[in-house]
C-alpha cells in the first residue's frame, strides 16, 4: 500500500529527503506546499508531484495526502505538525522535532488523540550504523565514559560576520548550534543511556546572542557523558564509547557508518556497516512501517521527548530563549 506524502518546505534538506525516500517501497510523492505558488509548482515538477499548495489549511483538507514531510524553520515545526496532526496525518518532522518540551508534549498528545505517527526524523537513530552500535555495546563491559561531538563549519557563518543573519543563526526561529548540530549528539547520548542524572553545559555567544557552540557535561550513576558541538569550527575527531573492556570508535555520530572496537588485550573489531548514499531512506522505512503497524505510542518519542528536555535544561543554564518559549 503506498503512503501518498506532501512535503513543507522547498528546500536542499527536501531535496535530499525526496532522493531518499523514493527508494522506499511504499512512499510516492503527492504534493507540495511553499508560501509561494510559484515555488511549489516549480518544486513539484521537477520531482514529480501532483498537487502543489500555498495554503497550509488546504493541504491539511486535502484527503489525498496520507502523511507530511516537514522541513521547515526550527519555530514552525510545531504549529504545523499539530495542525497537520489534527487533520488526521502522519508526520515526519525534521530536527529538532519541537522548540521545547512544552511543545513536544502537545505534539505527541495531539498524534495520540488523532491515531497517527509523528516521528523526528533524526537520521541516524534509524540507520544500520546506530542500531550495530546498540547491539555490540556490551562487548564493552560497563561504560565508563561517552564522548560524542560533532563540529561542522557552517557556511553561513561566513555571511553572519558579513552582517547577513540568515535562519541558521536566528534564534527568532529557534536555532542556533544546541538545535540545529547539538542534537546530533544529545539525541544518540540518550536514546542509548536514558536521561542523566546532573547536566552543566557551556555555551559560546555570538553578536546577536545566538549560540555559535558549546559543551555539555553528564553524569550518570557509574558513568560520565560530554557532548561537544559547533556550528562555527570544524572537528576531525571521532566520537568514542569507553567501557571497561574496550572503547569502540565512531567515525561520525551523525552519521555512524565506520565503528570500531578496541579491546583492552589489543584486539580490534570493525563492526559490518553497510554504506549508504543518503541515511535519510531509513527515516522514512521507520515512519512507514509505524503507520503500517498503528504504533502511534513508540519508543522514538520518548527518545526525542528526553532529547528535548535535556536541551530545555542547557537553554536555561545559558539563558537560550527562544520566542517559542512564550507561547
Avoid at 151 to 176: H, L, T
Avoid at 193 to 209: E, H, R
Avoid at 227 to 254: A, D, R, W
Amino acid at each position: 500500500m503506498k503512503i501518498e506524502f506532501a512535503v513543507i518546505g522547498t528546500n536542499v534538506i527536501t531535496d535530499k529527503f525526496l532522493e531518499a525516500a523514493k527508494t522506499v517501497e511504499d512512499f510516492h510523492l503527492k504534493g507540495v506546499y511553499s508560501r509561494s505558488k510559484e515555488k511549489a509548482l516549480a518544486y513539484a515538477q521537477k520531482h514529480g508531484a501532483e498537487l502543489v499548495f500555498d495554503d497550509l489549511d488546504e493541504l491539511a483538507a486535502c484527503d489525498e495526502i496520507a502523511a507530511v514531510y516537514i522541513a521547515s524553520p526550527n519555530s514552525f515545526h510545531a504549529p504545523q505538525s499539530i495542525q497537520m496532526l489534527k487533520a488526521k496525518k502522519h508526520v515526519l518532522c525534521e530536527k529538532p522535532i519541537a522548540s521545547n518540551s512544552k511543545e513536544l508534549t502537545k505534539m505527541k498528545e495531539t498524534a495520540l488523540e488523532n491515531n497517527v505517527v509523528l516521528l523526528e526524523a533524526l537520521r541516524s537513530e534509524f540507520s544500520p550504523g546506530f542500531a550495530a552500535i546498540k547491539e555490540n555495546l556490551y562487548k564493552l563491559g560497563t561504560v565508563r565514559r561517552v564522548s560524542f561531538q560533532y563540529c561542522q563549519y557552517s557556511s553561513r557563518y561566513d555571511k553572519f560576520k558579513q552582517g547577513i543573519i540568515e535562519n541558521a543563526f536566528n534564534p527568532e526561529f529557534s536555532n542556533g548550534a544546541l538545535m540545529d548540530i547539538g542534537v546530533y549528539c544529545i539525541h544518540p547520548m540518550v536514546a542509548l543511556f536514558g536521561k542523566p542524572d546532573t547536566v552543566i553545559s557551556s555555551s559560546l555567544k555570538l553578536s546577536n546572542g545566538v549560540d555559535g557552540a558549546g559543551t555539555i557535561l553528564l553524569e550518570y550513576e557509574g558513568m560520565q557523558g560530554e557532548l561537544l558541538y559547533s556550528k562555527i569550527t570544524n572537528s576531525n575527531v571521532p566520537s568514542q564509547i569507553q567501557g571497561e573492556n574496550g572503547s569502540m570508535v565512531i567515525q561520525e555520530i551523525q552519521n555512524p557508518e565506520v565503528v570500531t572496537i578496541y579491546y583492552k588485550n589489543g584486539e580490534t573489531e570493525k563492526l559490518d556497516i553497510p554504506k549508504v548514499d543518503n541515511n535519510m531512506f531509513y527515516e522514512t522505512e521507520a515512519l512507514i512501517r509505524l503507520i503500517k503497524e498503528k504504533e502511534f505510542d513508540h519508543a522514538y518519542l520518548k527518545n526525542s521527548l528526553m532529547e528535548i528536555a535535556l536541551m530545555d535544561e542547557v537553554r536555561k543554564q545559558q539563558e537560550i530563549v527562544f520566542p517559542a518559549d512564550s507561547i
